[in-house]
């Protein structure tokens, strides 16, 4: 099986594959939708009072759109608004019953991040400990990649051909994100996600923007506003080896506690030749510390 290098920076030849932009516009798409999805489902699933709606509200719109797309539809400015509006209606249509739930956000190494081939089931493991999961989207990862290519441009020249046309790239996507927080913010029960430029102010006097190796700043900036925005116990997953997440991960666990001693920041290895039970036991070890300082702020509270 061939593997592809995606890449701004033409490093690499990938023979008989090309990049269209047709391709670019459906995979935009394909990414602004599965963050929607993704969020809405995490905010309502923890909650739902008949377990299962959000898993089939999320597998009839992944439906539709695979539809959708195969017919070259739902790739528009205007049919992305409108689907995401669409979409953020429907899951506030399901019945919720609010009650205190341990909130746990993962960051970590993209594959290992997202994928539950790569993180034993992550996601799945957490609800089943009860807990509200937040995993932030990777429209943000395509913006901390194309931010790079500018940056990179700008300290070290380069063609301005290219600078205008990765501009075009990033303004294009900063209008789709914009259009994914105000689909969010139009029900009042689910916390949008925060726009990329504060995402990238969090950061600073923390660690540099030259600090854009994988996931690169990023990945620290990910934690930040996941305490920020409530949700302090963090599992970081990373891929035994990869110095550029444990050092952006890993490496700034300490620095984030001392700017918010409430964090609660377990770093998780995820390599064949770790067990799943010591990756777990360290996960349950973290909420057991997130139960007991939810009970505490509940007993406060009264």
Known sequence: MPVISLNLSFLESNPGFHVTLPMIRKFIAAMVYG??????RNQTEAYEIHKGESNALV????????DQFNHGKALSRKQQKDNLFRIVKEFAAIPIKKVPKVKVGIVGE?????????????ENFLREQDCEVNVPGFMDFGLFK????????????????????VNL?????????NTLIAAIKSEPRYEAPPPYAHIKELVKGVVGYGDKMGEGWLLTSEMLELTESGYENIVCAQPFGCLPNHISGKGMIHRIKTLNEKSNIVPIDYDPSATRVNQENRIKLMLAIARENLNKGLADSH
């Open 110 to 122: 993209i594959y290992v991040k997202y994928s539950a081939l790569g993180n034993n089931n992550l």
């Open 35 to 40: 963050d929607a999805l993704m969020l809405l």
């Open 169 to 177: 790239l990033m303004q294009y996507l900063l209008q789709i994100q």
């Open 59 to 66: 597998k009839k719109w992944n439906d539709y759109l695979n």
């Open 146 to 165: 194309v931010d790079n290519r500018l940056d990179d441009i700008k300290l070290y020249g380069g063609n301005p051909v290219k600078y205008f046309f």
